[in-house]
């Protein structure tokens, strides 16, 4: 059975940075499609980042490009979403999932559908 356990979030200052942590058990995160996704109040989930395929491709969202970095340790089995310049409309529950399946395209790992293992999530809460 996958258990994923998030960490890291908190209260932060607009313009500052958090980072989550996901840690995993009963998969290796190095063959398994890893994302990160967020759901802020009265909104529907949405992707924000995923990390896939031996090689470690990334892939963000276009909302989070350039201030969200997303990063595994295989040596930990632990997968990580560093967030800079973090704005009030990052306000969110942030979840970590997992897919055991393999797609080539990014696409697919954007799709919360894809995803079969889920933490109980970790909220962002970011003050202006």
């Known amino acids: 059975q996958v258990q994923l356990v998030e960490s890291g979030g908190g209260l932060v200052q607009a313009g500052g940075s958090l980072r989550l942590s996901c840690a995993a058990s009963?998969?290796?995160?190095?063959?398994?499609?890893m994302a990160w996704f967020r759901q802020a109040p009265g909104k529907e989930r949405e992707f924000v980042a995923a990390i896939y395929h031996s090689g470690g491709t990334t892939y963000h969202a276009d909302s989070v490009k350039g201030r969200f970095t997303i990063s595994r340790d295989n040596a930990k089995n632990t997968v990580s979403l560093q967030m800079n310049s973090l704005k009030p409309e990052d306000t969110a529950v942030y979840y970590c999932?997992?897919?055991?399946?393999?797609?080539?395209?990014?696409?697919?790992?954007?799709?919360?559908?894809?995803?079969?293992?889920w933490g109980q999530g970790t909220q962002v809460t970011v003050s202006s």
């Open positions: 009963g998969r290796t995160v190095s063959n398994t499609g």
């Open positions: 999932a997992a897919s055991p399946r393999t797609y080539y395209s990014a696409y697919y790992y954007s799709r919360s559908d894809k995803y079969d293992y």
